[in-house]
């Protein structure tokens, strides 16, 4: 039995999900520079703004406020795999790849971050692709368990060009 009343799901809550519009690219870098303040220098507004025009970032409404984010590319040059330690499902297949998922901290635990999950995994469903990838830091093994309660798999350890330490490079077969 779950253990909410009332279970999260994209069809039954108020939030709303839509593509971030180049007039978010501040509000988007904000959130994005409090949530993973590792990274703070990285998420600049030009950078965002960028990603944006490419049509890659979603975000989160609750409650009227724009509560999260991830981004999706058909880019993986982030991603290196020097050693050959990653087992993809079908290396040569086209995928789509994850990142920057965060959802401010007064926002979390509402399954925001699972609504933005589902939607990117629907549009990969849509647009005829079968993989969906990314990387989750090591050190975190909430992560990685929230990655594999979602049905992804862990395929090995890699470089990124954003982290110092080895990541876990994950991978969900969307069907
Ligand atoms: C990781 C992160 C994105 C998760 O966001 P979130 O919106 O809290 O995630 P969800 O609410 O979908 O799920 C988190 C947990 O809350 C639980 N939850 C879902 N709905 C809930 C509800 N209505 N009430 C209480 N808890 C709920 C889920 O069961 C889930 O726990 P589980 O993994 O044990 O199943 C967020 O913690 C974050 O931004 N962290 C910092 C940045 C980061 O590490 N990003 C990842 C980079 S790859």
Redesign the pocket.
């Known amino acids: 039995m779950s253990?909410?009343k009332?279970?999260?799901n994209a069809h039954t809550t108020q939030n709303k999900i839509s593509l971030a519009r180049l007039e978010d690219a501040i509000p988007v870098a904000k959130l994005l520079q409090r949530?993973?303040y590792q990274w703070k220098d990285y998420f600049t507004t030009d950078f965002i703004g960028g990603l944006i025009g490419k049509n890659e970032v979603y975000l989160i409404y609750s409650e009227g406020q724009m509560a999260?984010t991830i981004s999706m590319s058909t880019d993986s040059s982030w991603a290196t795999d020097e050693r050959k330690q990653v087992k993809w499902h079908d290396e040569s297949a086209k995928a789509l790849y994850i990142?920057?998922?965060?959802?401010?901290p007064e926002?979390?635990?509402?399954?925001?971050?699972?609504?933005l999950l589902h939607e990117v995994e629907e549009e990969t469903k849509k647009r005829g692709i079968k993989y969906l990838r990314?990387?989750?830091?090591s050190d975190?093994p909430?992560?990685i368990?929230?990655y594999k309660?979602r049905n992804y798999t862990v395929v090995g350890k890699g470089k990124v060009n954003w982290w110092k330490e080895d990541v876990n490079f994950i991978e969900k077969i969307i069907k």
């Open positions: 253990k909410f009332n279970p999260p949530v993973m999260g990142y920057d998922l965060a959802v401010l926002h979390q635990n509402k399954g925001l971050a699972s609504e990314g990387a989750a830091i975190n909430n992560l368990e929230f309660k």
